[in-house]
């Protein structure tokens, strides 16, 4: 069990760019989901995949957001057209769905920051 | 609605005392409850759970009791360390959703 990893770590952007984050969830989890967090804040649900579905994105998606789970296995994240509004840390987490007591798996984050 | 409200920090102890932190929700349904840690550059880890009512969850001297009656899900730790500063996250589970409290930043100092 090598944990949920995330990359990169840290993305600098200038506003307007299109940029992407990768999630490697532990390999036998199911479920992934992609939360952001800003300063103070704790995570907010963005969306969720059980294996390749997307099963829910939340209503702070907005339609420059894309998240895609191709294989059942890792996951992008793509932000187009950026704006400084989107600067935060990106959390990836997984979970193996045998109930719904699971708890989530999260990895370091990829903070973004828009200039 | 949804959701979860805990204590506002930051909170700063001296080493060795008593800590609680609260955290109440709301749901519909009966939640899961979480208490997540996240240390400075990390993620954030599960320190604790509990699935049902008058569960208690402990994890490295931590502990909370799901109390159903009073909707809360406190966490509290006999004896603080320097190593536990962090920040601290509840969070409830209703289906596949994970809500969480915005985070209470404890500072232990010896």
């Known amino acids: 069990d090598t944990g949920v990893s995330q990359d990169p770590r840290h993305k600098i952007t200038k506003r307007g760019q299109n940029v992407t984050f990768r999630c490697d969830p532990i390999?036998?989890?199911?479920?992934l989901y992609w939360y952001r967090q800003t300063l103070g804040q704790g995570p907010e649900f963005l969306t969720y995949?059980?294996?390749?579905?997307?099963?829910?994105k939340s209503r702070l998606l907005s339609d420059r957001f894309s998240a895609e789970r191709p294989k059942g296995s890792f996951s992008t994240l793509e932000i187009q057209r950026t704006e400084q509004g989107d600067s935060a840390m990106y959390l990836c987490?997984?979970?193996?769905?045998?109930?719904?007591?699971?708890?989530?798996?999260f990895g370091n984050g990829t903070r973004l920051t828009v200039t | 609605g949804n959701s979860v409200t805990q204590m506002e920090g930051p909170v700063t102890l001296s080493e060795e005392a008593f800590l609680t932190i609260n955290c109440t929700y709301t749901?519909?349904?009966?939640?899961?409850l979480f208490w997540y840690v996240q240390y400075p550059g990390e993620g954030l880890q599960l320190l604790l759970k509990?699935?049902?009512?008058?569960d208690k969850g402990s994890n490295k001297g931590f502990e909370a009791t799901y109390r159903k009656e009073t909707t809360s899900f406190h966490l509290e730790k006999g004896s603080v360390q320097v190593s536990d500063s962090a920040v601290y996250f509840c969070?409830?589970?209703?289906?596949?959703?994970?809500?969480f409290g915005t985070g209470t930043s404890l500072t232990v100092i010896p």
């Open positions: 987490a997984s979970s193996l769905e045998r109930n719904n007591n699971s708890p989530l798996h």
């Open positions: 390999s036998e989890h199911n479920r």
């Open positions: 995949f059980q294996n390749e579905a997307q099963l829910e």
């Open positions: 749901a519909t349904g009966y939640p899961s």
């Open positions: 509990a699935t049902k009512a008058d």
């Open positions: 969070a409830r589970n209703t289906g596949n959703q994970f809500y």
